[in-house]
C-alpha cells in the first residue's frame, strides 16, 4: 500500500525559509503527478505545485519564484522549499499523489496527513 506522509512545517517569520518533505511508503512505477496543496479553515484546498509525469512542473501563481518542488529519481520523496515566506501562506499542507501505479495496484488519488505551516512575526 503506497503511504504519504509529511515533515517538516512550523513556525516561521514572514520572509523566512522551510523546506517540507512527504516520504513515500511502498512503491510507486509511475504516477501522473505529485505534489503540495494548501488549505486554510474554512477554505478549498488549492494546488500550490506539482509535478507531472516527473517531467515538468506547476506553480500556484502565488508562489512562483518563492517556491520549488522537486523528487528523488527513486520516487521516495517529494519536496517543498519555501522561500520568503508571507503570512499568507499560513495553512496545512497536504502532500498528494494521483494515478498512481504500484505494480498491479492502481491509486486514484492519495493524501498525507498534513502539515502545519504558520508564518507570523
Known amino acids: 500500500q503506497v503511504q504519504l506522509v509529511e515533515s517538516g512545517g512550523g513556525l516561521v517569520q514572514p520572509g523566512g525559509s522551510l523546506r517540507l518533505s512527504c516520504a513515500v511508503s511502498g512503491t510507486i512505477s509511475r504516477f501522473y503527478a505529485m505534489g503540495w496543496y494548501r488549505q486554510t479553515p474554512g477554505q478549498r484546498r488549492d494546488l500550490v505545485a506539482n509535478?507531472?509525469?516527473?517531467?515538468?512542473?506547476e506553480y500556484a501563481d502565488s508562489v512562483k519564484g518563492r517556491f520549488t518542488i522537486s523528487m528523488d529519481s527513486a520516487k521516495k520523496t517529494v519536496w517543498l522549499q519555501m522561500n520568503d515566506l508571507k503570512p499568507e501562506d499560513t495553512a496545512v499542507y497536504y502532500c498528494?499523489?494521483?494515478?498512481?501505479?504500484?505494480?498491479?495496484?492502481?491509486?486514484?488519488?492519495?493524501w498525507g496527513q498534513g502539515t502545519q505551516v504558520t508564518v507570523s512575526a
Open positions: 498528494n499523489a494521483d494515478d498512481v501505479y504500484s505494480g498491479s495496484y492502481y491509486y486514484d488519488d492519495i
Open positions: 509535478i507531472l509525469s516527473g517531467v515538468t512542473t
